[in-house]
């Protein structure tokens, strides 16, 4: 498996409370903020291809009840 970066940007900011809830769901491996009023993600995930390393993240934050607005990527590493 290889590790894809992720940037995902959130159509709303993250509050206080939202980075315990967004870790209990899967998304220990990424680095959370806000800028600007919008929230950031950083995702290091692993998977089988980017397609699942996508999905598994911007899943786990529809689920979480945010809406994604844009993905950006970088080579995998």
Same mark, same amino acid.
């Given at each position: 498996?290889?590790? !894809?970066?992720?940037?995902?940007? &959130?159509a709303?900011? &993250?509050?206080?409370?939202? !980075?315990?809830? &967004? ?6 491996d990424?680095t959370?903020?806000t800028?600007?009023?919008?929230? &950031? ?8 291809? !980017?397609?699942?390393?996508?999905l598994?993240?911007?899943e786990?934050l ?6 994604v ?5 970088a080579e995998?590493?």
């Amino acid at each position: 498996m290889q590790i !894809y970066r992720l940037s995902v940007t &959130l159509a709303q900011p &993250l509050a206080d409370d939202d !980075y315990d809830r &967004l870790f209990d769901l899967g998304l220990d491996d990424c680095t959370l903020g806000t800028e600007d009023e919008t929230g &950031l993600v950083l995702a290091s995930r692993e998977a089988e291809d !980017y397609d699942s390393a996508l999905l598994s993240v911007t899943e786990a934050l529809r689920h979480a009840g945010f809406s994604v607005t844009a993905v950006t990527s970088a080579e995998p590493e």
